[in-house]
Every structure is written in C-alpha cells, then in structure tokens.
Nanobody, 128 residues
Framework: QVQLVESGGGLVQAGGSLRLSCAAS????????MGWFRQAPGKEREFVAG????????YYADSVKGRFTISRDNGKNTVYLQMNSVNPEDTAAYYC?????????????????????WGQGTQVTVSS
C-alpha cells in the first residue's frame, strides 16, 4: 500500500505561480512512476504531467507544456508540480498518482486506469 498526500493548493492570480507537493509513504518511493492529474467541475479527470522513477524522463499535456514542471526528490519521497503563468482554465482539483514498476510507462503515463494509488487532491483556484 502507498499513501499519497497533496499540499500547496490555494488561490492565485492569473499569471502567477504555485508549487504543489505530493508526499508518499508505505513503499519505497523510488519504485513508482508518478503523475499529476486534475479535474474541474463538470469535466472528467485529465492528465497533467508524469515523471519516471529516477526523474530522468518527464511527460506533459499539451495544455501545460512550457508552463508547468514536474520533478521529484526521492530522498524526501516527494513529487512536485511547479505551476507558472497560470490562467483561470487551470482551476481544478489536482491529484497525484503512483504507478508501480512499469517498464512501459512512456506508453501509459496519461492513462488514469494504469495508476495504482491516488491522493485525495488539493484545490487550485486561479482568479482574474
């Protein structure tokens, strides 16, 4: 079992920045690929960003590429999402997720049903 706890959400002005954190416990963090997803009211959950176990490869949705950066610190069992140049369309509940031991993560990083564990989410609201 893996426990995931997100933090860092809140209210931010359009054009501003925010950094989300996801702390993991229960299993060695380095065994998991990690992803960030988001869900806005009335919309389905969508992929935002993913990172491999070592942090050597990252993946992004087209909607956030160039603005958001995913990273991880395996020594702290934590994955981060740095959000820059945010806009009101970024308003959503943000969730981190863990994918166990997948040598084909590069093919499945955006698929919700491929992740084994999920956090409870943290709300990000962008005002204009």
């Amino acid at each position: 079992q893996v426990q995931l706890v997100e933090s860092g959400g809140g209210l931010v002005q359009a054009g501003g920045s925010l950094r989300l954190s996801c702390a993991a416990s229960g299993h060695p963090f380095s065994l998991f690929d990690m992803g960030w997803f988001r869900q806005a009211p009335g919309k389905e959950r969508e992929f935002v960003a993913g990172v491999t176990r070592s942090g050597s490869s990252t993946y992004y949705a087209d909607s956030v590429k160039g603005r958001f950066t995913i990273s991880r610190d395996n020594g702290k069992n934590t994955v981060y999402l740095q959000m820059n140049s945010v806009n009101p369309e970024d308003t959503a509940a943000y969730y981190c997720a863990a994918n166990y031991w997948s040598p084909t993560y590069y093919k499945i990083y955006a698929k919700i049903d491929e992740y084994d564990y999920w956090g409870q989410g943290t709300q990000v609201t962008v005002s204009s």
